[in-house]
């Protein structure tokens, strides 16, 4: 019964665990596309900003001057939009220098941002025929197996510990 049970855990685990690189695989696709959309945007403003004859500090520095508190406001929201750009165009860098351990190393960084949220609400499985998905999928098996297997005999040891003092389970 603990074989079955244990490779029942193996299995599940192996399953769940072989889409991690199908996950990180759509997360570094969202993660390349925001990105692109906020080099867009900063570029535009770096270059709206030259055709006026100023630097980026200078062009927010005009916004922040405005008595209007749109402008002003404004200022801030590019303000934040580039250290967006710069806090994302960093992760990507290194989430595509990660191999597949790297990967399991820096996993939190895969659950922890608003693109992670997003990917998992729109996360489509896939079948694991990477040799990345299949290195996943042996490791979850092994330690589905390992933990199935030692939580089975755990929770059977007070009956095992009763029975042998009862005398039952004695041919």
């Known amino acids: 019964m603990r074989r079955s049970l244990g490779l029942l855990g193996g299995l599940v685990l192996g399953l769940a665990a ?3 690189p199908e996950y990180a695989q759509q997360y570094t696709q969202r993660l390349g596309g ?21 630097t980026r ?14 402008l002003e406001g404004q200022g801030g929201s590019m303000v934040a939009t580039f250290a967006r ?11 595509k220098g990660d ?27 896939a079948l694991p025929v990477t040799e990345e ?3 996943y999928a042996l490791a979850g ?13 755990l929770l059977m040891l007070p009956f095992r510990l009763l029975f042998g003092r009862l005398g039952w389970g004695r041919a």
């Open 57 to 70: 500090q200078q062009a927010i520095a005009h916004y922040n001057a405005s008595p209007d508190s749109f």
């Open 99 to 125: 191999g597949p351990i790297d990967r399991l190393r820096h996993v939190d960084d895969y659950f922890d941002t608003d693109i992670a949220r997003r990917t998992i609400d729109n996360f489509k499985p």
């Open 34 to 54: 925001a990105v692109d959309e906020l080099r867009a945007i900063t570029t535009g403003f770096d270059s709206a900003a030259a055709a006026a004859g100023l």
């Open 85 to 95: 750009y710069d806090q994302l165009s960093a992760m990507l860098a290194e989430v």
């Open 18 to 20: 072989s889409q991690f």
């Open 141 to 153: 098996l092994i330690v589905g197996y390992i933990l199935t297997s030692a939580l089975y005999s």
């Open 133 to 135: 998905g299949l290195l």
